[in-house]
């Protein structure tokens, strides 16, 4: 699912009182469900670039079933666990616009996966905006861009310590806009262990170049999701 910001570039209401458009700006993330049609996780730099998030932004989770011409949005309402330092979030949701349409929830695992996992990806790289409609509270009401999920395939192709946490680097590559989604294991149990975060920079012989693609192991909030009432199952 994706994640989007509106943020509010211009003040709600012009001199003397008078009201003026709101001019906003859109920046597309990704995330999945961890409770059903409740709670999203994501990474925690979609939300204002690493920065703490701007109590004026208004945040939407968007659905497109099976890639088609429809996109349903869910409001975020909520946000019960923001860890920078992890660069891990969770979104609490409202219901979705459309009755009919939900969210089924992944499950996680909390235990370290082993270098050579075969893992599988799935994130929603940032769509061309042709126009975005929201109202004066910046609630989402319809827009025009080309937004579509897209899945890759790999392995855990290294894992070390990294200020006290659990990284995995994968030999998967991601675009812009999927930060957030998952990083989940392949075969007839799939289950999140990790998100699609950033990458880690190497050192070649024209300068510093991105280097393996990494996401940390969600083993680094188990006390946080427990008391949301997120059990992690088996490796």
Same mark, same amino acid.
């Given at each position: 699912?994706?994640?989007?910001?509106?943020?509010?570039?211009?003040?709600?209401?012009?001199?003397?009182?008078?009201?003026?458009?709101?001019?906003?700006?859109?920046?597309?993330?990704?995330?999945?469900?961890?409770?059903?049609?409740?709670?999203?996780?994501?990474?925690?730099?979609?939300?204002?670039?690493?920065?703490?998030?701007?109590?004026?932004?208004?945040?939407?989770?968007?659905?497109?079933?099976?890639?088609?011409?429809?996109?349903?949005?869910?409001?975020?309402?909520?946000?019960? /666990?923001?860890?920078?330092?992890?660069?891990?979030?969770?979104?609490?949701?409202?219901?979705?616009?459309?009755?009919?349409?939900?969210?089924?929830?992944?499950?996680?695992?909390?235990?370290?996966?082993?270098?050579?996992?075969?893992?599988?990806?799935?994130?929603?790289?940032?769509?061309?905006?042709?126009?975005?409609?929201?109202?004066?509270?910046?609630?989402?009401?319809?827009?025009?861009?080309?937004?579509?999920?897209?899945?890759?395939?790999?392995?855990?192709?290294?894992?070390?310590?990294?200020?006290?946490?659990?990284?995995?680097?994968?030999?998967?590559?991601?675009?812009?806009?999927?930060?957030?989604?998952?990083?989940?294991?392949?075969?007839?149990?799939?289950?999140?262990?990790?998100?699609?975060?950033?990458?880690?920079?190497?050192?070649?012989?024209?300068?510093?170049?991105?280097?393996?693609?990494?996401?940390?192991?969600?083993?680094?909030?188990?006390?946080? /999701?427990?008391?949301?009432?997120?059990?992690?199952?088996?490796?």
């Amino acid at each position: 699912m994706a994640v989007l910001r509106v943020h509010p570039k211009s003040a709600r209401s012009g001199g003397g009182g008078k009201a003026r458009p709101v001019q906003v700006q859109f920046s597309f993330g990704s995330g999945f469900c961890i409770a059903e049609d409740r709670l999203v996780m994501t990474a925690h730099h979609t939300l204002n670039k690493g920065l703490p998030r701007d109590e004026q932004d208004r945040f939407h989770v968007l659905v497109v079933p099976d890639n088609g011409e429809l996109a349903y949005h869910f409001p975020v309402v909520g946000f019960p /666990l923001e860890l920078p330092e992890c660069d891990l979030a969770v979104l609490e949701l409202g219901p979705c616009s459309t009755p009919d349409i939900h969210l089924p929830a992944l499950p996680v695992i909390l235990d370290p996966v082993p270098d050579g996992t075969a893992v599988a990806t799935v994130g929603y790289p940032s769509p061309e905006i042709g126009g975005v409609k929201v109202d004066a509270d910046l609630n989402y009401r319809g827009g025009q861009f080309f937004l579509k999920s897209h899945a890759n395939e790999g392995i855990v192709a290294g894992q070390y310590e990294l200020g006290g946490n659990r990284m995995y680097e994968l030999n998967v590559g991601w675009h812009h806009g999927e930060s957030g989604g998952p990083i989940a294991t392949v075969g007839p149990h799939p289950a999140v262990f990790s998100i699609m975060q950033h990458y880690r920079n190497v050192q070649s012989p024209h300068g510093v170049v991105a280097g393996p693609h990494r996401g940390v192991a969600l083993s680094c909030v188990s006390s946080e /999701l427990a008391a949301l009432g997120i059990e992690g199952v088996g490796a």
